[in-house]
């Protein structure tokens, strides 16, 4: 299977503009994990997730399928990065006591996608998956914002989008589910930081790549009078979706 790549060609801009997970999401891993000697990253991207679980286990495997993503990923004398795909690496089996996710099951091939964790975690091992949607900040925004994301570039989002819309309901989950918290990627934006965030959509890269204009310039003008001066700093938050248990052998 070939890796849908959508990200490497803007690697840095990622990693710079990416929203961060809470460090509360983290400890409730840690503590709902069997043990924390190893725990996999799957599908790192700048090393965000791999980064903040190196606190919690011993040693962090950070995998992804991109070269350009793994070379902006922030090194860590705990972490092991490897290039390789979501659903093939060659992590020792029954080695990791975690396995986590964060947007970006949607790209994978599910089945397998699951039998590789079920290959690479102990017996008694966890799989976590979260992810997020649109962020929120306040009625205005927000709603200038649902436009741009469904007439603006609507047409240009990849079919996997849905899942991730669907918060991964429609995803066929084969663990027992553990009862999670509820979690939230908090943060204070710029209008400029903002925009930076958006031109990592990959939407918004084959908007560009078409019609060969970039539209978060139009947008950041219709955001303005809602915004006020651009280097205004707003609340934004992220609500989180997450899904946590042991696998079954249904896949």
């Known amino acids: 299977m070939q890796f849908k790549d959508h990200f490497s060609g803007h690697a840095s801009d990622y990693a710079k503009y990416r929203p961060t997970y ?3 999401l983290y400890r409730f891993l840690a503590k709902i994990s069997p043990d924390t000697k190893q725990v996999w990253d799957c599908a790192t991207g700048n090393g965000q997730a791999a980064l903040a679980l190196t606190k919690y286990f011993n040693r962090v495997i950070a995998t992804d399928a991109s070269q350009q993503q793994i ?11 490897r290039i390789a795909p979501a659903e093939k690496t ?8 975690l396995v986590v996710v964060a947007q970006a099951l949607h790209w994978f091939d599910f089945n397998r996608f699951f039998s590789e964790c079920q290959r690479v975690l102990k017996p008694d091992g966890i799989l976590a998956i979260w992810g997020y949607n649109l962020l929120k900040t306040n009625v205005e925004i927000d709603r200038v914002l649902d436009l741009f994301y469904v007439e603006t570039i609507g047409d240009f989002w ?3 989008r849905k899942w991730l819309e669907a918060e991964y309901r429609d995803i066929p989950f084969p663990v027992q589910e553990i009862p999670c918290p509820v979690f939230e990627m908090s943060l204070e934006w710029t209008l400029y930081d903002l925009c930076g965030y958006l031109n990592t959509w990959s939407a918004v890269k084959k908007f560009i790549k078409k019609y060969e204009k970039n539209p978060v310039v139009e947008l950041a003008k219709l955001l ?4 006020g001066e651009p280097e205004l700093r707003r609340l934004i938050k992220y609500p989180l979706f997450l899904k946590v248990g042991k696998l ?3 896949y």
Do not use: G
């Not at 070379?71 to 990065?81: L, R, S, T």
């Open 22 to 24: 809470p460090e509360e």
């Open 71 to 81: 070379q902006n990923a922030v090194p860590h004398e705990e972490i092991d990065y």
């Open 90 to 97: 060659n992590i020792e089996a029954h080695s990791c006591d």
């Open 224 to 227: 303005e009078p809602h915004w």
């Open 248 to 250: 079954t052998n249904e």
């Open 158 to 160: 990849l079919p996997e």
